[in-house]
């Protein structure tokens, strides 16, 4: 579904839907065919699959993100965040039509994963 949102709206709507953890809501931001790269994961691609992914986060404990900054560069915006226990990340987002196409994430993932009580993964 398209939208008039322009990209920095969209993610600024994405960090409300996300800190009421909406995931349904959150979804309709993402494209089809949207890709979503945890960069210590393989990309994730596509809305379900990112639904999923996302359905595992939420699970696992209580997400939020305190918004450090955000820069709008056209149809790109980058957030700078940290969430509940303080720790600090950067998300990179692409808008087209209104819509996430592909979005990266950049943190501590063993951090994270960690203070989430989610088992680590084994080689």
């Not at 969209?10 to 995931?23: G, P, S, T």
């Not at 993402?30 to 999923?52: C, N, V, W």
């Not at 595992?56 to 915006?77: M, P, R, S, T």
């Amino acid at each position: 579904m398209r939208s008039n949102l322009k990209p920095i709206e969209v993610v600024q709507r994405w960090i409300e839907l996300f800190n009421q953890a909406d995931l349904d809501a959150i979804m309709s931001l993402y494209a089809d065919e949207a890709t979503l790269h945890l960069m210590f994961a393989d990309p994730i691609k596509g809305r379900i699959s990112i639904h999923g992914a996302f359905t595992a986060y939420f699970a696992a404990g209580n997400l939020y993100c305190n918004v450090g900054h955000l820069h709008d560069a056209g149809e790109f915006v980058i957030l700078e965040w940290t969430d509940a226990s303080g720790l600090p990340g950067a998300n990179f987002y692409q808008i087209q039509d209104g819509q996430i196409v592909h979005q990266r994430n950049y943190f501590d993932q063993l951090t994270f994963l960690r203070k989430m009580g989610i088992p680590l993964p084994t080689e």
